[in-house]
């Protein structure tokens, strides 16, 4: 069953957290073979969006994709995280308790979509002024003054 889910836009806070993916189990890999790998329970709190660490990851390979436990979910809501997609780029072993990656959560305020608009249009109405009249503009006053 599809769900249709409303598209909406988002403010970033200025907020975050990083957060360890730890692997919690011993695994064998080989070099350029995809595995999933079962991860330390991560919880992703509402209002927020996580975005990988490329510089954080494990020495044998990265995480390429965060797998959720369950249905997707809004995200306004508490999300979970119990296995990763692991790319490995040379044979080995991870054990458990191992870093596999860090994500960064970042904070966000969904917004109505027609208010980025607004905002945007204003934007480039500002942008699409010639200097003289931007700086006598009541919308930018500490432009070039």
């Given at each position: ?28 890999i080989k070099g350029y073979s995809p595995i999933i790998i079962k ?69 966000i305020k969904p917004v109505k979509k027609s208010r980025i608009r ?28």
């Amino acid at each position: 069953m599809h769900k249709k889910m409303d598209e909406y836009a988002y403010r970033i806070m200025g907020v975050g957290e990083w957060r360890a993916l730890i692997s919690a189990e011993d695994v064998e890999i080989k070099g350029y073979s995809p595995i999933i790998i079962k991860i330390n329970k991560v919880e992703f709190p509402p209002n927020s969006i996580c975005l990988m660490l490329a510089r954080m990851r494990h020495a044998l390979g990265a995480v390429v994709e965060i797998l959720h436990v369950g249905e997707p979910k809004y995200v306004e809501k508490v999300r979970y995280a119990g296995s990763v997609l692991f790319l490995p780029i040379h044979d080995g072993v991870i054990k458990k308790g191992e870093l596999l990656g860090v994500v960064n959560v970042i904070y966000i305020k969904p917004v109505k979509k027609s208010r980025i608009r607004h905002i945007f249009e204003k934007l480039e109405k500002m942008l699409s002024m010639d200097v003289d009249h931007l700086v006598e503009s009541e919308d930018w006053p500490y432009l070039f003054k």
